[in-house]
């Protein structure tokens, strides 16, 4: 089974700030597909972003963008202008040819007022 | 509104009483999955279905049935549940391509005492 490993449990951060979340992949597949998934307190499963491995432009969407290192198998979530309607658990999931999606443990964010 | 449908969304149950899960789409979608989401574990996957009347293991199938008669339909059976099977639970669906995200149910809390 693919591995993604998320190492950071809990981060904080002020609103109106910037907030960085971690997750490394482990495979030996060239081609495949990454995705970050939000889920709120009413228990959701929200898409926020998605990246394409054959694609070197790290995708964005509005304040939520990611810098995905192939090399070095990393795939972060960066999270502007934070807003109270942000806080959730944020999942790292990750999807080979074999169409399995595997995901990370998740990262808890909690935005300061 | 497409959606993927769960139900029940909250069960207490007993050990040994089989129990099923029902998950429904009304989008057409090819694959479908079940998850289960356990804390510090991410969600791992229970079941997929690539099809009609075609079913795969996951990471986690041991104690659980599935089966897809109709394209819609992909119950999940636990024929006789334990302790250790108690955990929040995802249906998700999503059409096929490898860059397509699931869209997923609102998620089931199982408790089995």
């Known amino acids: 089974a693919q591995t993604v490993t998320q190492s950071q449990p809990e981060m904080s951060v002020q609103e109106a700030e910037t907030v960085t979340l971690s997750c490394t992949y482990d495979?030996?597949?060239?081609?495949?597909?990454l995705f970050w998934y939000k889920q709120p307190p009413s228990r959701q499963m929200i898409l926020v972003i998605r990246?394409?491995?054959?694609?070197?432009q790290n995708a964005t969407e509005n304040r939520f963008s990611v810098n995905f290192q192939k090399a070095a198998k990393s795939f972060s979530l960066k999270i502007s202008d934070s807003q109270l309607g942000d806080a959730a658990m944020y999942f790292c999931?990750?999807?080979?040819?074999?169409?399995?999606?595997?995901f990370g443990a998740g990262t808890t964010v909690t935005v300061r007022a | 509104e497409a959606q993927v449908t769960q139900n029940p969304r909250y069960l207490i149950t007993v050990t040994g009483k089989k129990l099923t899960v029902t998950c429904s789409q009304n989008?057409?979608?090819?694959?479908m999955s079940w998850y289960r989401q356990d804390p510090g574990l991410g969600l791992r996957q229970i079941y997929y279905?690539?099809?009609?009347?075609?079913?795969d293991k996951g990471d986690v199938p041991e104690g659980y049935k599935v089966s897809r008669k109709e394209k819609r339909n992909f119950p999940l059976i636990l024929e006789s549940p334990s302790p250790n099977q108690t955990s929040l639970y995802f249906c998700?669906?999503?059409?096929?391509?490898?860059?397509?995200?699931?869209?997923f149910g609102d998620g089931t809390r199982l408790s089995i005492l």
């Open positions: 990246q394409e491995a054959y694609k070197q």
């Open positions: 999931a990750y999807r080979s040819a074999e169409y399995k999606l595997s």
């Open positions: 495979t030996s597949e060239s081609d495949y597909y």
């Open positions: 989008m057409n979608h090819e694959y």
């Open positions: 998700a669906s999503r059409s096929l391509g490898l860059y397509q995200p699931q869209h």
């Open positions: 279905s690539m099809n009609v009347e075609v079913t």
